[in-house]
């Protein structure tokens, strides 16, 4: 990983507020309706220093992640963003390509998460869920309690990827704590050492699958780049990389906080014991309430663009705030609210425009199963922990628990 010497500023940047700071960490939503409040589009800093512009209201959010003229390509880039660029095998995903070349690649795995194919998945799915309650519900009457993310949230995702891509299960974790890293590291090194790990993890991945393919979709996507070369080299680790790390990430952290959402708000809780068939509801509203994501990924206009009267240069950094667009009172009536009964169930926690999650299906389909299981086989299901006591890694990118011990009458 190197400085992105194509697009450093060669002037000095005028010193910025950053929003991220200790309070950011305590409480992210208060600071993002202080933001709100204070106007749709901020400039600020970003932990390192580096400068973008923070968009915070649930209408220009929207509109601004389904507008062509906004550019995930770092390329488009006058700022700088982050100093650093990730190797060509991991940054060649969709996350960082435009309309072209992004519905070119798109194409090539879109068929493996249609809602008919992740329904022919369900049954594996649960089969999954089950073991790992039981894991759970052993652990509970052994030890009086279980860490729900390491028990259940984290491997459910990583299995269900694993199992598309032919992952070894032994590999699994290992690929999960270096994107950890990846997302909130506590050092540049650390950084480095992480990407590093996964790029060779994933070469190595490709290589094993290649000498021995099968009826997965990787080895699908190697025929493609070697037998109708219609992807390189770097654009297949690029696709195994953002399979991976996105199919696992935010079904585990929306299971997690998720969850706590539910037992920390009893009366929703037994509106939904009480119905069941609510539960699909009860995901919307969660996703909305407790998605994981503070921002979309970043985006440059490739021309000058105005949002709520705020003039923004082409090539400076957009951040489009998910987290502040999903409790904007303008769209969202008492937005603080956790309500499975709410109206309006549109929300951007799995984006929005030509960046929609082509996994939002298998992710529905897991978090509904999941919850779905934990609620009905554990009974008296609680925190064990205080709940004031628990521990989050928040940064600007992400909210998330980072262990839920539970406990429960067995």
Not at 142 to 148: F, K, P, T, W
Not at 236 to 261: C, K, N, Y
Not at 309 to 328: E, K, M, Q
Request: proline share 8%; charged share 25%.
């Amino acid at each position: 990983m190197t400085p992105n010497a194509a697009t450093t500023p060669t002037h000095p940047l005028p010193a910025l507020p950053c929003p991220f700071d200790e309070s950011f960490a305590r409480d992210p939503y208060a600071v993002h309706a202080r933001l709100r409040a204070a106007g749709p589009v901020h400039r600020v800093a970003l932990p390192d220093g580096s400068p973008v512009w923070l968009v915070t209201r649930a209408s220009d959010v929207r509109a601004g992640l389904a507008d062509a003229r906004y550019s995930v390509n770092k390329r488009h880039s006058t700022t700088g963003f982050s100093g650093f660029s990730l190797p060509p095998a991991l940054d060649a995903n969709l996350l960082n390509i435009d309309p072209e070349d992004h519905l070119r690649l798109r194409r090539l795995v879109s068929g493996g998460f249609t809602a008919r194919h992740v329904e022919l998945l369900r049954a594996g799915v649960q089969d999954c869920v089950d073991e790992l309650v039981t894991g759970l519900a052993d652990e509970i009457a052994r030890s009086g309690e279980a860490d729900l993310v390491d028990g259940f949230a984290k491997p459910l995702p990583l299995r269900t990827i694993g199992a598309l891509l032919r992952v070894p299960a032994a590999d699994q974790e290992r690929f999960s704590d270096r994107v950890a890293t990846m997302l909130a590291p506590r050092s540049k090194e650390d950084l480095v050492a992480a990407v590093a790990d996964v790029h060779r993890f994933l070469v190595e991945l490709v290589e094993e699958r290649r000498a021995r393919p099968g009826d997965d979709m990787l080895s699908s996507l190697i025929a493609a780049r070697d037998e109708e070369d219609r992807l390189t080299e770097d654009e297949l680790v690029s696709l195994a990389f953002l399979i991976l790390m996105a199919g696992s990430e935010t079904v585990q952290h929306v299971i997690g906080s998720g969850l706590l959402t539910l037992l920390t708000h009893p009366d929703q809780l037994a509106v939904l014991c009480g119905d069941p068939a609510r539960l699909p509801d009860a995901v919307e509203e969660l996703l909305r309430y407790t998605g994981p994501h503070q921002t979309a990924i970043r985006r440059f206009p490739t021309e000058p663009v105005e949002i709520g009267g705020v003039r923004i240069p082409t090539g400076d950094t957009v951040l489009f705030c998910l987290a502040s667009a999903h409790r904007d009172p303008e769209r969202y009536p008492d937005p603080d609210r956790f309500d499975i009964d709410r109206e309006d169930k549109a929300h951007l926690a799995l984006g929005h425009g030509l960046h929609y999650c082509l996994g939002a299906p298998l992710a529905r389909l897991q978090i509904t199963l999941a919850l779905g299981a934990l609620l009905d086989r554990l009974p008296g299901l609680r925190p064990a922990r205080p709940v004031d006591q628990l521990a989050w890694t928040t940064t600007f990118r992400f909210h998330a628990l980072r262990a839920l011990p539970v406990t429960a009458d067995l």
